[in-house]
């Protein structure tokens, strides 16, 4: 295990529906991070987290909405996604300003039908 | 914005031939390169870096270049084995604003036995 932990592992859910995707580190890193991994933009920087704060937004459509209550725990809620929206959702952290590696969660499969 | 680019998508090797990887970086305040593993159905995990302030890194039979006044830095695999067989992706921190991470497009790689 890396420290990183996401839940569920896998999600389908149709494109009516609430559902939220939880990310967990027990690193003790302060920087978290939302990645879209897909066959046509693998390893896609959706939200970044500094201390709780969001710093990077990279132009994600508002169905998809991140939470940081705090330093160790990361969600992502969607509502009203599309078919498009299937992909792997991978979650990582790190110590910011240390230039060390970011360690991922083992992902979320999410199926949008 | 930031990007990295790779090269090549796919590389298909004999086992016991070396196997390189080439990335480009646009961000010229980018310092640290690390490089990811992914196989299937897992999570990327790190297997080696190296830090601006230094042009190579050896690891066993991994090592990795980077040139700085050129914004490339490469992975290279020697007497490759059917286990490195995996997607394999390099990436640049970025410290132009927000710590993140830019992750190249992957390249599959395929050792034949």
């Known amino acids: 295990e890396t420290g990183v932990t996401q839940t569920p592992r896998h999600l389908v859910m149709g494109m009516t529906n609430k559902k939220s995707l939880k990310c967990e580190q027990h690193l003790g890193h302060n920087a978290m991070y939302w990645y879209k991994q897909s066959a046509k933009k693998p390893l896609e920087l959706m939200f970044v987290?500094?201390?709780?704060?969001?710093?990077e937004n990279n132009s994600v459509p508002s169905r998809f909405s991140p939470e940081c209550p705090n330093s160790s725990h990361l969600f992502l809620h969607l509502h009203t996604l599309q078919p498009e929206d299937s992909a792997l959702y991978l979650c990582?952290?790190?110590?910011?300003?240390?230039?060390?590696?970011?360690?991922f969660g083992q992902g979320t499969r999410l199926t949008v039908v | 914005g930031e990007n990295v680019e790779q090269h090549p998508s796919t590389l298909s090797v004999q086992e016991g031939d070396s196997a390189v990887i080439k990335c480009t970086y646009s961000d010229s305040a980018s310092n640290y390169f690390p490089w990811y593993k992914q196989e299937l159905g897992k999570r990327p995990q790190l297997i080696i870096d190296i830090r601006s302030n230094v042009g190579e890194k050896k690891d066993q039979r991994i090592a990795v270049t980077l040139n700085k006044t050129a914004k490339h830095f490469s992975l290279h695999i020697t007497e490759t084995q059917p286990e490195d067989s995996a997607v394999y992706f390099c990436?640049?921190?970025?410290?132009?604003?927000?710590?993140?991470?830019?992750f190249g497009t992957g390249t599959r790689l395929k050792v034949l036995a």
């Open positions: 987290y500094n201390f709780k704060e969001q710093t």
């Open positions: 990582a952290s790190s110590q910011e300003g240390l230039n060390t590696e970011a360690f």
């Open positions: 990436a640049a921190m970025t410290t132009s604003g927000t710590y993140k991470y830019i």
